[in-house]
């Protein structure tokens, strides 16, 4: 029952009385409330991360973090690209193709998965035209998706 004030305060760097914020290489904001895990959250976290790790975070859990956004998504990409290896953004509503095509394509091939359980908003846009869909033949591994069990029939 974290809030969304809790968590800007427990990651921000420069704040007055309170130790540093926590270095973490694995962050799992599951089960939260919705409202508390904001971009803004996100990228203090990731922030956080990359202080002491070269690379950042290796996993993250944002489930049911219908707050965040493509721009979430565009920080890993940006701080964690040569670290991450899984990310659940399962029941993240405001996600969409082109936010997540953009996070594959700038993930290096470490990334083995992604959870998108409850994410019906991603399409066959993003799952048959991402930069490591399996059937594309490009030297890249195939991205292990879990969770787009609905495709539409072609």
């Known amino acids: 029952q974290l809030t969304n004030a809790g968590l800007e305060t427990l990651f921000s ?3 007055e ?6 270095i973490l ?3 799992n904001l599951s089960e939260n409330k919705s409202s508390a895990i904001t971009d803004k959250v996100i990228s203090l976290a990731i922030q956080a991360s990359v202080m002491q790790y070269n690379g950042g975070l290796v996993y993250l859990n944002m489930n049911s973090a219908s707050k965040d956004t493509d721009k979430a998504l565009e920080n890993l990409a940006s701080t964690c690209s040569k670290s991450l290896i899984e990310v659940d953004l399962s029941f993240c509503h405001s996600i969409k193709d082109e936010g997540l095509g953009y996070f594959v394509s700038k993930v290096n091939d470490q990334l083995e998965t992604i959870h998108l359980w409850g994410c019906a908003q991603i399409t066959d846009k993003f799952l048959d035209g991402h930069a490591r ?8 591994a195939a991205l292990n998706i879990i969770g787009s069990w609905m495709k539409k029939s072609t």
Not at 17 to 22: F, N
Not at 133 to 140: E, G
């Open 25 to 27: 290489r694995m962050l």
């Open 17 to 22: 009385c309170l130790p540093t914020p926590p």
């Open 13 to 15: 760097a420069d704040l």
């Open 133 to 140: 869909a399996a059937k594309k033949n490009n030297n890249r």
